[in-house]
């Protein structure tokens, strides 16, 4: 199983609750991977190709290495953040590497299938996908129906 396979499960197992910043949510979920994957190189706030990934992940294998690129963005309510957002992503190239996008907080519903419609091709790949796509809901959104 390939590094973001293996990321993309753990993302949504991990049960972070509602927590106050992003910064929270990353580091919350850099512990969550530390402990689940104990022989993986986790780092947070890495640099690669010009910008900044929230965490990093790369796994050793028989077959090599794989590594993922994840993304975090609490509360997704404006445009401006998700363009913002789309920005980072074709920085980090997704066409050569493999990027998890994890939504935590209040996720405005439409933003999030306009992300989707910008990156169709790379979140769905016919053999390997390169970009994921995690919604974590808040309870507020959970309980008014919302993804």
């Given at each position: 199983?390939?590094?973001?396979?293996?990321?993309?499960k753990?993302?949504?197992?991990?049960?972070?609750g509602?927590?106050?910043?992003?910064l929270?949510?990353r580091?919350?979920?850099?512990?969550?991977?530390?402990?689940?994957l104990?022989?993986?190189?986790?780092?947070?706030?890495?640099?690669?190709?010009?910008?900044?990934?929230?965490?990093?992940?790369?796994?050793?294998?028989?077959?090599?290495?794989?590594?993922?690129?994840?993304?975090?963005?609490?509360?997704?309510?404006?445009q401006?953040?998700?363009?913002?957002?789309?920005?980072q992503?074709?920085?980090l190239?997704?066409?050569?590497?493999?990027?998890?996008?994890?939504?935590?907080?209040?996720?405005?519903?439409?933003?999030?299938?306009?992300?989707q419609e910008?990156?169709?091709?790379?979140?769905?790949?016919?053999?390997?996908?390169?970009?994921?796509?995690?919604?974590?809901q808040?309870?507020?959104?959970?309980?008014?129906?919302?993804?």
């Amino acid at each position: 199983m390939s590094a973001i396979e293996t990321v993309v499960k753990l993302a949504k197992d991990w049960a972070p609750g509602e927590l106050a910043t992003e910064l929270k949510y990353r580091d919350s979920l850099a512990a969550f991977l530390r402990e689940h994957l104990k022989n993986a190189k986790i780092e947070t706030e890495y640099r690669h190709c010009g910008t900044t990934t929230d965490v990093y992940v790369k796994e050793q294998s028989f077959f090599g290495s794989s590594e993922v690129f994840i993304e975090i963005k609490r509360n997704l309510q404006h445009q401006a953040a998700l363009d913002r957002l789309v920005g980072q992503i074709q920085g980090l190239q997704p066409k050569n590497n493999k990027i998890i996008v994890l939504l935590c907080g209040e996720t405005n519903p439409a933003l999030v299938t306009r992300f989707q419609e910008v990156f169709a091709s790379e979140l769905l790949g016919l053999f390997e996908f390169n970009l994921a796509l995690v919604v974590k809901q808040s309870a507020k959104s959970a309980k008014a129906g919302r993804p």
